[in-house]
């Protein structure tokens, strides 16, 4: 295996809290480290043509808002491979949850180990240091390594680092999702208040799970758990279901107090970084990341409140170009510092994903077919 | 509110309303539409023709994108030539046209025209109610949401225009009392069988997908249905001109091309060919970039946030791939795409095209189709010019346009005579 020569520096991120960084501490302490895993990915022929037609040497970077961003989807089709291929230990699949290309994600053994540490630290944040029951809104199959890699793979996959034992609370009928009785039955004998975690995507627990406990009158009482759920809001949006009503539901049915419902923001090309809302419903970025929101238009950074672009940058991937990727998903920055949660640096909040135009009208012509 | 047919105050309506048939609107618009058969036509073209004078003056309008072309557009001299095309008269000599010794033909309004209005060129729905309106006939426009504010202040000025002619005083009212804006959920098949219904005439503007449904709507036996939908354009420069010292000013007017309508107009270039010359095409590239930086920030309008997705996709693309070169600027303003593959690319709109050098402009012909609307030639030759526009029309181009006149809203548009279809021609046996 090839030795990574800025292996060292990102050991450092691990003496800082996990959200102890000021905006300038985290500017100060990640810019060089970015710097150098840069220099290593121009080693990508397709990294390189990047930084060489928007003229970008790595030594003239004086920002991490200067680095060069990759849109996520560019995963789909290319190889942004940063390590010699002997060194890639494991190429992540991800079809996400619109598209229908798949991304590659090549990791090598560091990238792994850093993001497991990184996920731990996040997880610990928030669970206390012992490892603990954890409960899967889904199915087994979506943990099986046959089947392709989602996003609600990503999700079980990463947050299961924590678990001491694993239940899947669903099980498929054909085509269908429903509640597995005997699951259930598993965690109605766990003893109440005992500390579990649980994780589900939001539509899916209130697709599937509510309607469930709903018809036969169930009612958890998982006071000690934290309920981390993700995948977006525009489902339930969309039959007016909002983060106050869903939250009181997992309440009422779970057992579960509000304050420990949990939205959380990730994606497979970033593992290792999630996002959970933290006790006052805010977004905090981990000390080896960092978010930008940059104005569509202008594609700059945009100032407190304005809604733009989710920019995740991090220093986990040594195996990929993931030091900056640009979303499609957009959210808007609440405040620089100062949460009343007590975590330091920016908080932000995640608003939606950019839809495809709408009006195309008579100048929405072609798909490559375009006939006589 | 969302189950009903939205008729937006404006035009012949005082207060907005939610209806569930266009019975009532229709009753309304037929009588009104008398007073607007027997304005004399040049009193129509008159009233135009003020307004559009009037409009650019008022600075309350100035937010309007497009306000500035309508205007022009509007000049008298170009509304009698609108006429002209598309009548075969002038507008005031006389109403007949000779047939022959015992009989003459004149022109009378179809009744009703019902317009779907695409979403994507803000006064598309003028351009077409003028042209319904030069025929005299009464209209409703289906409009998307996001266009009325843009439309019903025109309407609202129109409405207040003046004009004395011969001491007779005319009003912009007997124009605006034939017309009404209404909007509702295209995919409401009893709303859109409905509207379709209503009309002695429907003129469609859209997507494939839009005009495919719409035409498919039942009608009336007697009513005519203009499509215009959707179409590519393109550009081409030959050698000449490519080497010669206009070439620069063609440059600023493709580029003026481009940046209007953020490119989602049917008429806006998205891939431009050069014949191969001394100029390398990256320098050529560079020179284009240099017609969009010229070019004021006021014509750039904010890009719709999907389509700036993707061309934030495109571009990086276009980045990664090290056979691929590009020009772009810091934020989403313009984005010169450079490859060699003889094609015609998809569009991406937002002001991001493509440039392509090929040996002879001859290797771009087989690429026209009948979808292909306007090609901004640069030719410097005119015999040359008038062989390939022979070829370009018999493959199925509507439009050959200098470049920077793309989106001039010319007679005939799309291969036909708009506001001449909008029409009836009667037969009248003089003895």
């Known amino acids: 295996m090839t030795v990574n020569p800025n292996d060292h520096l990102i050991s450092l991120i691990w003496k800082y809290g996990v959200y102890d960084l000021t905006e300038i501490e985290r500017e100060n302490i990640l810019l060089p480290i970015i710097k150098e895993q840069i220099r290593n990915a121009l080693i990508n022929p397709h990294i390189r043509s990047y930084y060489e037609k928007v003229s970008m040497n790595p030594e003239d970077i004086s920002s991490l808002a200067d680095v060069p961003w990759v849109p996520v989807t560019m995963f789909k089709e290319f190889d942004l491979a940063t390590v010699p291929a002997d060194d890639i230990v494991k190429i992540l699949r991800s079809s996400g949850t619109t598209g229908q290309q798949t991304s590659k994600i090549p990791l090598d053994k560091i990238t792994i180990q850093n993001q497991n540490r990184s996920l731990s630290k996040i997880l610990a944040h928030y669970l206390g240091p012992k490892r603990l029951i954890f409960i899967v809104i889904d199915h087994p199959e979506i943990n099986d390594p046959a089947h392709e890699f989602s996003a609600r793979t990503a999700g079980v996959r990463g947050l299961s680092l924590y678990a001491r034992k694993t239940i899947y609370l669903l099980k498929k009928e054909g085509d269908y999702l429903t509640v597995n009785p005997e699951a259930l039955e598993e965690i109605r004998q766990l003893d109440r208040g005992i500390p579990v975690y649980l994780f589900g995507f939001t539509w899916i627990i209130w697709s599937v799970c509510i309607p469930y406990f709903k018809k036969h009158d169930i009612h958890l009482h998982l006071s000690g758990g934290t309920l981390f759920h993700g995948g977006g809001w525009k489902n339930l949006q969309n039959i007016a279901v909002g983060k106050d009503f869903f939250t009181m539901n997992i309440r009422d049915f779970f057992g579960i107090p509000s304050y420990r419902v949990l939205d959380f923001y990730g994606m497979a090309e970033q593992t290792g970084i999630i996002f959970p809302d933290c006790e006052c419903g805010n977004k905090h970025v981990p000390a080896c990341a960092k978010i930008i929101i940059r104005n569509i238009q202008t594609l700059k950074p945009c100032g407190e409140g304005e809604r733009g672009l989710i920019e995740v940058m991090s220093i986990l991937p040594t195996s990929y170009y993931g030091q900056a990727l640009l979303t499609e998903d957009t959210g808007r920055i609440i405040g620089w510092d100062g949460c009343p949660c007590g975590r330091r640096g920016v908080f932000f909040e995640i608003l939606n994903r950019v839809e495809r135009a709408e009006i195309r009208g008579c100048g929405d012509t072609f798909r490559v077919d375009h006939g006589r | ?431």
Not at chain 2, 121 to 127: D, E, K, Q, V
Not at chain 2, 170 to 179: A, E, N, P, Q
């Open chain 2, 1 to 431: 509110m969302e189950d009903n047919i939205h008729i937006y105050a404006g035009g012949c309506v005082d207060k907005e309303r939610y209806v569930e048939s266009f019975t009532e609107l229709i009753q309304e618009l037929e009588e009104n539409r008398r007073a607007l058969f027997e304005c004399p036509d040049e009193i129509i073209i008159h009233l135009f023709a003020h307004f559009g004078k009037e409009i650019i003056k008022d600075s309350s309008l100035a937010y309007i994108p497009g306000l500035s072309y309508l205007s022009l557009w509007l000049r008298k001299e170009n509304l009698h030539a609108i006429y002209l095309a598309n009548f075969g008269i002038k507008p005031g000599i006389r109403d007949s046209i000779q047939v022959d010794s015992r009989s003459e033909m004149i022109h009378v309004p179809r009744g009703v025209v019902c317009h779907w209005i695409a979403g994507n060129i803000p006064l598309l729905g003028f351009f077409s109610l003028v042209l319904a309106t030069l025929g005299k006939n009464a209209s409703i426009l289906k409009i998307h949401p996001s266009v009325y504010k843009y439309l019903n202040p025109l309407l609202q000025k129109l409405e207040e225009v003046t004009i004395e002619i011969d001491r007779v005083s005319y009003s912009g009212k007997v124009i605006t009392l034939s017309v009404s804006l209404v909007s509702f959920p295209g995919k409401n098949e009893i709303m859109s069988r409905d509207f379709s219904l209503s009309a002695d005439c429907r003129v469609i503007y859209g997507s494939h997908e839009a005009v495919q449904a719409i035409s498919c709507l039942p009608h009336q036996v007697h009513a005519d249905t203009i499509v215009y939908g959707p179409k590519y354009s393109f550009a081409v420069f030959d050698k000449e001109a490519v080497e010669s010292p206009e070439f620069s000013s063609m440059l600023k007017g493709l580029a003026q091309d481009i940046v209007l309508y953020n490119q989602a107009a049917c008429s806006s270039p998205h891939t431009i060919f050069f014949e191969k010359s001394k100029m390398l095409l990256h320098d050529i590239a560079e020179q284009l970039k240099s017609a969009f930086q010229t070019l004021p920030e006021r014509m750039f309008y904010p890009l719709d946030e999907g389509i700036a997705i993707s061309v934030i996709n495109t571009r990086a693309r276009y980045l990664l791939d090290s056979s691929k070169d590009i020009l772009l600027s810091d934020d989403l303003k313009w984005t010169v795409c450079i490859n060699d593959t003889i094609s015609l690319e998809e569009p991406v709109q937002g002001r991001c095209v493509f440039v392509k050098e090929v040996s002879d402009i001859d290797q771009v012909l087989p690429l026209v189709t009948r979808k292909v609307q306007t090609v901004a030639l640069g030719m410097v030759d005119q015999v040359r010019k008038e062989r390939y526009v022979r070829e370009l029309a018999y493959r199925g181009v509507d439009r050959v346009m200098a470049p920077g006149a793309m989106h001039e809203f010319t007679q005939p548009w799309d291969g036909m005579l708009g506001a001449g279809r909008m029409v009836r021609w009667i037969a009248v046996v003089k003895k």
